[in-house]
């Protein structure tokens, strides 16, 4: 479909999940709060977590292996630098936050676009 079934629930200190086998976006019932300042790419976890599903729909075979892509320690290092701290976390962290830091209007220098391409795919980005 285009858009996710959108469920409330309690899941925990999350504020958001995004679960790609069932297509289903989860909220949390409270009002929480954004990304702490310069955690996250951009303050918005709903962008976010639109950004794994754009990731996993548009190239689910990416999306299930992201997190195996061995992110270097210079890459981890650059990454927290140029993203975020959220985002050298995991393959799939970092995809979800170069995208959706792109949406939110922020431009990554040439090295983040292409280890971005490199563990989403072309599809992706």
Same mark, same amino acid.
């Given at each position: 479909?285009? =858009?996710?079934? *959108?469920?409330?629930?309690?899941?925990?200190? @999350? %504020?958001?999940?995004? !679960?790609?086998?069932?297509? *289903? +976006?989860? *909220?949390?019932? !409270? !009002?929480?709060?954004?990304?702490?300042?310069?955690y996250?790419?951009?303050?918005?976890?709903?962008?976010?977590? @639109?950004?794994?599903r754009?990731? &996993?729909?548009?190239?689910?075979?990416?999306?299930?292996?992201?997190?195996?892509?061995?992110?270097?320690?210079?890459?981890?290092? =650059? %990454? &927290?630098?140029?993203?975020?701290? +959220? @985002? /050298?976390?995991?393959?799939?962290?970092f995809?979800a936050?170069? +995208? &959706?830091?792109?949406? &939110?209007?922020?431009?990554?220098?040439?090295? %983040?676009?292409?280890? /971005?391409?490199?563990?989403?795919?072309?599809?992706?980005?």
């Amino acid at each position: 479909s285009d =858009m996710p079934r *959108v469920e409330t629930r309690d899941i925990g200190p @999350a %504020i958001a999940y995004y !679960d790609y086998a069932t297509d *289903v +976006l989860f *909220v949390s019932p !409270d !009002d929480p709060p954004g990304f702490p300042e310069g955690y996250g790419s951009q303050p918005n976890p709903y962008l976010h977590e @639109a950004a794994h599903r754009r990731h &996993a729909i548009r190239n689910p075979d990416s999306y299930e292996v992201a997190d195996l892509y061995p992110l270097t320690d210079s890459h981890r290092s =650059m %990454i &927290a630098e140029e993203v975020s701290e +959220l @985002a /050298a976390t995991s393959g799939r962290e970092f995809v979800a936050e170069v +995208l &959706a830091g792109l949406a &939110a209007g922020k431009k990554y220098g040439h090295d %983040i676009l292409v280890l /971005a391409r490199d563990v989403a795919g072309e599809e992706v980005l």
